[in-house]
């Protein structure tokens, strides 16, 4: 599951690509986050996965 910080652009196809390339796998929905985002904000959508 890709996740990444951002200061002007977004996932684009980034999870897309990253998938293709792996090949196998069970790819959940990237997450994008501004580049001020909060630990707790982070936490919050990681609990969320339910993983």
Same mark, same amino acid.
């Given at each position: 599951?890709?996740?990444?910080?951002?200061?002007?652009? %977004?996932?684009?196809? !980034?999870?897309?690509?990253?998938? +293709?390339?792996?090949? *196998?796998?069970?790819?959940?929905? %990237?997450?994008?986050? !501004?580049?001020?985002?909060?630990? +707790?904000?982070?936490? *919050?959508?990681?609990?969320?996965? %339910?993983?």
């Amino acid at each position: 599951m890709p996740f990444c910080t951002f200061s002007s652009s %977004g996932l684009g196809e !980034s999870g897309e690509l990253l998938a +293709e390339a792996a090949g *196998t796998g069970n790819w959940l929905e %990237g997450e994008r986050f !501004s580049s001020g985002v909060s630990e +707790e904000t982070v936490q *919050t959508w990681v609990e969320d996965l %339910g993983i």
